[in-house]
């Protein structure tokens, strides 16, 4: 049983701690053990099993994006020991230059659902809704030097 009431202020504190880079933040909010789910076909996509491996998971996006990656919260819902929100992301593949493709630039809409206990997130699944699937798997797809997909 939860005994920490999952709030807004909450979610918003979780993803503050995330954002700040300070480790005992994160501790603070995102659980050792917590495992993190992200969709697609795509070389980030699948499971990333501890906290460790869900921050290194961060640092891919920040390093393949350049650090143009950002989410904007434009909603949170929570009941239980469970919080959903949904950002608007955005973002610019790494080296991309002249006119944006689908390749290059990331505008989607994203659900997180995150469980949560005592305070913690102990799991999240992303969810991404209609063509923004498809441009998620493009954006990260993996290139080669000259711009062409490498499959797989």
């Not at 997130?121 to 991404?128: D, K, M, T």
């Not at 441009?135 to 030097?145: E, G």
Request: net charge negative; hydrophobic share 40%; proline share 3%.
């Amino acid at each position: 049983m939860n005994m920490t009431a999952v709030t807004p202020e909450l979610v918003d504190a979780a993803y503050a701690a995330l954002g700040s880079g300070d480790p005992a933040q994160v501790a603070r909010y995102w659980h050792e053990d917590m495992r993190w789910c992200v969709p697609g076909n795509h070389q980030l996509a699948g499971w990333y099993e501890g906290r460790d491996a869900f921050l290194g998971f961060m640092e891919r996006v920040g390093k393949l994006s350049g650090g143009s990656f950002s989410m904007e919260r434009v909603a949170v819902l929570t009941g239980g020991d469970y919080s959903a929100d949904v950002t608007h992301n955005v973002g610019r593949r790494a080296g991309a230059t002249g006119a944006a493709s689908p390749y290059d630039s990331l505008d989607i809409d994203v659900v997180h659902v995150l469980r949560w206990s005592d305070g913690r997130v102990v799991e999240g699944r992303g969810a991404i809704f209609g063509d923004g699937t498809t441009r998620f798997n493009q954006f990260w797809s993996q290139l080669d030097a000259g711009g062409a997909r490498i499959s797989g």
